[in-house]
């Protein structure tokens, strides 16, 4: 068996809609006469992806990246170029590929909604062939992970957002799949919940050593889970590297924040040369600046102004693909 989980050359994805013009008029006219837009959704798309490893999808809404994922699960077919999961065409939807791979979506459930989550989960044992010591130990464990073990016989529809994702994660993963697609996993959860979402996605892929893409609105989610970045603007790959190689992307410059005592005057020079971004009534800002200047300038500040504390790390993903968002002319230099 091949080391390589995912193949992609050429892949794209074409999609026509139906144009009709509002009103009963546009209606009538529809049936005689239809006119069509033409979309492309992913366009030359090419990765590889050994097995084990830990990939972030990133892009804005609309660039592709959950049409790229209904690709490598089979629920989409490619229009055109050469795609391989696990060895095989995921749109043939073979029984034993569908036993290998798992796809979550943050906004969709597959739980049923009125029935309490170990149903759910008694039909996926059935539909997977799962072995009933294993499914029993799963079951046990995940549970116990994830602190849910109370909640497997309450409906679904009873518990809050939180609780349905960790159901949700168990239900994709109890037949153990080689290959993780999770799409916007943490979407809509508190900061407490992405954090034990995280942590339980990491811990399982250090014990199973899956194959896992994410896809997440939530830089904190990559920055924390992923080892590689892959970029999609447009439904073109912009980016495909390391994420510290990512995060360098506008250079090495540092992320610095001051505190003052008292509010300041935001029109001083020396803010207006670093990107200055003022909070709080003027008694905090965030400056963007180059490493080598990081130190004199630091020096300077505290010695000039009211600073009650300060702060300095590297420039965050999120401020990167901000930029990126932002100024897409930025992408000819990724």
Same mark, same amino acid.
Request: hydrophobic content about 40%; charged content about 25%.
């Given at each position: 068996?091949?080391?390589?989980?995912?193949?992609?050359?050429?892949?794209?994805?074409?999609?026509?809609?139906?144009?009709?013009?509002?009103?009963?008029?546009?209606?009538?006219?529809?049936?005689?006469?239809?006119?069509?837009?033409?979309?492309?959704?992913?366009?030359?798309?090419?990765?590889?992806?050994?097995?084990?490893?830990?990939?972030?999808?990133?892009?804005?809404?609309?660039?592709?990246?959950?049409?790229?994922?209904?690709?490598?699960?089979?629920?989409?077919?490619?229009?055109?170029?050469?795609?391989?999961?696990?060895?095989?065409?995921?749109?043939?939807?073979?029984?034993?590929?569908?036993?290998?791979?798992?796809?979550? +979506?943050?906004?969709? #459930?597959?739980?049923?909604? *009125?029935?309490? /989550? !170990?149903?759910?989960? @008694?039909? &996926?044992?059935?539909?997977?062939?799962?072995?009933?010591?294993?499914?029993?130990?799963?079951?046990?464990?995940?549970?116990?992970?994830?602190?849910?073990?109370?909640?497997?016989?309450?409906?679904?529809?009873?518990?809050?957002?939180?609780?349905?994702?960790?159901?949700?994660?168990?239900?994709?993963?109890?037949?153990?799949?080689?290959?993780?697609?999770?799409?916007?996993?943490?979407?809509?959860?508190?900061?407490?919940?992405?954090?034990?979402?995280?942590?339980?996605?990491?811990?399982?892929?250090?014990?199973?050593?899956?194959? +896992?893409?994410?896809? #997440?609105?939530?830089?904190? *989610?990559?920055? /924390? !889970?992923?080892?590689? @970045?892959? &970029?999609?603007?447009?439904?073109?790959?912009?980016?495909?590297?390391?994420?510290?190689?990512?995060?360098?992307?506008?250079?090495?410059?540092?992320?610095?924040?001051?505190?003052?005592?008292?509010?300041?005057?935001?029109?001083?020079?020396?803010?207006?040369?670093?990107?200055?971004?003022?909070?709080?009534?003027?008694?905090?800002?965030?400056?963007?600046?180059?490493?080598?200047?990081?130190?004199?300038?630091?020096?300077?500040?505290?010695?000039?102004?009211?600073?009650?504390?300060?702060?300095?790390?590297?420039?965050?993903?999120?401020?990167?693909?901000?930029?990126?968002?932002?100024?897409?002319?930025?992408?000819?230099?990724?």
């Amino acid at each position: 068996m091949s080391d390589i989980s995912v193949f992609a050359k050429g892949l794209g994805k074409n999609f026509r809609s139906f144009k009709k013009s509002p009103g009963l008029s546009g209606s009538i006219k529809s049936l005689f006469s239809r006119s069509y837009q033409d979309f492309c959704a992913v366009s030359d798309f090419e990765v590889e992806i050994k097995r084990g490893e830990l990939i972030g999808l990133l892009g804005p809404n609309g660039a592709g990246k959950t049409t790229l994922m209904k690709m490598f699960t089979g629920i989409i077919v490619p229009s055109h170029g050469e795609l391989k999961v696990l060895d095989r065409r995921p749109w043939d939807r073979e029984k034993s590929f569908r036993k290998k791979i798992a796809l979550v +979506m943050g906004q969709k #459930s597959q739980l049923w909604w *009125d029935i309490p /989550a !170990l149903d759910s989960f @008694l039909l &996926l044992q059935k539909y997977y062939e799962i072995p009933n010591s294993d499914f029993v130990e799963r079951l046990d464990f995940m549970s116990n992970i994830l602190q849910v073990k109370d909640k497997l016989e309450i409906h679904v529809r009873k518990l809050s957002l939180g609780e349905r994702m960790k159901l949700e994660l168990m239900a994709c993963l109890l037949h153990d799949p080689d290959i993780i697609f999770l799409d916007e996993p943490t979407i809509g959860l508190d900061l407490i919940a992405q954090e034990n979402i995280r942590k339980f996605l990491l811990d399982y892929h250090a014990r199973h050593k899956c194959t +896992m893409m994410i896809t #997440s609105h939530y830089m904190a *989610d990559v920055q /924390a !889970l992923c080892e590689r @970045l892959i &970029l999609i603007f447009n439904g073109k790959k912009c980016f495909d590297g390391a994420v510290s190689q990512f995060e360098k992307f506008l250079g090495n410059d540092k992320e610095l924040s001051f505190t003052f005592a008292s509010p300041q005057d935001p029109t001083h020079k020396l803010w207006n040369e670093h990107d200055a971004r003022w909070k709080n009534n003027y008694t905090q800002v965030d400056l963007r600046l180059p490493e080598a200047q990081l130190r004199d300038f630091t020096i300077h500040a505290l010695s000039t102004f009211p600073i009650t504390e300060f702060s300095t790390e590297k420039m965050p993903i999120e401020r990167v693909m901000k930029e990126l968002m932002h100024n897409p002319k930025l992408l000819t230099r990724v």
